[in-house]
């Protein structure tokens, strides 16, 4: 009887995962060159294209279909929000991570609302931007730990109807000890507007003097203590 023969066990070598593929954009070419260094360097992470306005942006995430947008929040030529916002009705799987010097929840905030699902602190992109990624490519919200307290102080007290999303950030930087003129000035704001929303936040709150509202604050995370 013949003796069928067994071929040795060969193992089939295993696919490499494929990259995650991303549209870098920043208006610095220097922020841009340190950037991709850093997320060439990530086995996982291909960048496939740059771009230093937000035209350039569209171009590139239209006719390269990125898994991730990673997106400086303050771009030439436009609104960065607005383009978020376009993105991701026309092309819904490309996740956007933003990335920023504002060091604030309801930017945060504003950034999410209209289709970011990542928010990095610049000075913070070494340590967290890879993992900001690698969480947008799986379509799961990555805030920079520095500001993520402050988010969810700020969303509760907006879901509690105590304050507005504005009011909050208004808060924020008395809190913070700006006058009601760079409030102003830092939120696009007239200086009337910020007073309405100095008058509505101690209203809201119960609160009369600057220092009730910085330990409102700090209780509240909205500022770290």
Known sequence: MAHLELAPNSEVPT????????????????????????LDAE???AVIAEAGDLATVIEHVRGHRPRVLVIDLRMPNGSTL???RRLRTQLPDT??????M???????QQAIEVGAVGFVLKDRSAEELPQAVREAARGEEYVSPRLAAGLEAMRQGVSDGRLSARESEVLRLIALGHTSVEIAGQ???SRRTVE???ARIHRKLGLRTRAELVSFALRGHLIGG
């Open 15 to 38: 696919r490499a995962a494929v990259p995650i593929r991303v549209v870098l954009a920043d208006d610095h070419s220097a922020a841009r060159r340190s950037l991709r260094l850093l």
């Open 187 to 189: 939120l696009h704001l």
């Open 196 to 198: 309405t929303h100095r």
């Open 43 to 45: 086995d996982d992470v």
């Open 95 to 100: 996740e956007i991570v933003v990335l920023t």
């Open 102 to 108: 504002e060091e604030s929840p309801a930017f945060a």
């Open 82 to 84: 607005e383009t978020i």
